[in-house]
């Protein structure tokens, strides 16, 4: 399992920016579901990496390993933001500008405004805060790492709240990705609210309409451009 580092963090300590915010978004390629993103700004303190030993890219990490870090990082950042974007808006802007608004959403949340944004992969053009894009910076970063944790146990849990709705899918154990069980439930069942009726294989399906539910795409509320 890859090791993230405090190299870019330290280096950005040294020349003066002292609330750093590492990015990362979970779900971005699920069937069904919102996109999750997570912002963590960790205290301008060399020690913090051993504080966080273990934190990692959340994809390499074991679900119990995942909530118990989850706790650590919240205990230990210097601050932790959570945006969510929802299938309907995914929709609508499509995965990438969803994925740039949560992340935009989760810096908002923040009670320290950070001075310089590390992301995984993305670049937020629209902010005036200096920031770099890492590829794979979940594998290298921990700050990344640690928000990726934070995005992927959020996103978890939203994933089984829904289950409890939406049943037939087994969102509780597939998280709205693309399962042989879950591509059987949808072929059996048709798309409920949650699923992105412009991924594929869920275009151009007929949609289910649930219980409690109105008009074509459900209760969502679209978030703010």
């Known amino acids: 399992m890859d ?9 950005l300590w040294s020349a003066g920016f002292t609330r750093i915010a ?4 979970a779900g971005r ?4 579901g919102p996109v ?11 020690a ?11 994809k390499q990490v074991p679900k119990a390993k995942r909530e118990a870090l989850y706790g650590t990082i919240m205990q230990e950042a210097a601050a932790v933001g959570v945006g969510v974007v929802h299938a309907v808006r995914i929709d609508a802007v499509g995965i990438v500008a969803a994925t740039r608004q949560a992340m935009q959403q989760a810096i908002q949340q923040l009670l ?17 805060t200096p ?6 910076g979940d594998c290298r970063v921990l700050s990344i790492a640690a928000a990726s944790i934070v ?5 978890d849990r939203l994933m089984v709240e829904l289950a409890g709705r939406y049943h037939q899918y087994g969102f509780e154990r597939n998280k709205g990705y693309g399962t042989a069980v879950h591509s059987l439930a949808l072929a059996h069942h048709g798309p409920c609210a949650e699923h992105r009726r412009s991924f594929e294989p869920v275009r151009g399906r007929q949609p289910r309409l649930f219980p409690g539910e109105i008009g074509e795409r459900g209760v969502h509320q679209e978030e703010s451009p």
Do not use: C, M, N
């Open 29 to 32: 390629g699920a069937w069904a």
């Open 22 to 25: 590492g990015l990362d978004e």
């Open 151 to 155: 995005a992927k146990v959020t996103r």
């Open 36 to 46: 999750v993103a997570g912002a963590v700004v960790l205290p301008a303190d060399a």
């Open 48 to 58: 913090i990496a051993q504080r966080l030993e273990g934190v990692a890219d959340s």
């Open 131 to 136: 920031q770099r894009a890492l590829t794979k």
């Open 112 to 128: 320290l405004p950070p001075d310089f944004l590390l992301i995984d992969y993305l670049r937020l053009p629209y902010l005036a």
């Open 3 to 11: 090791k993230p580092s405090l190299d870019e963090e330290l280096k």
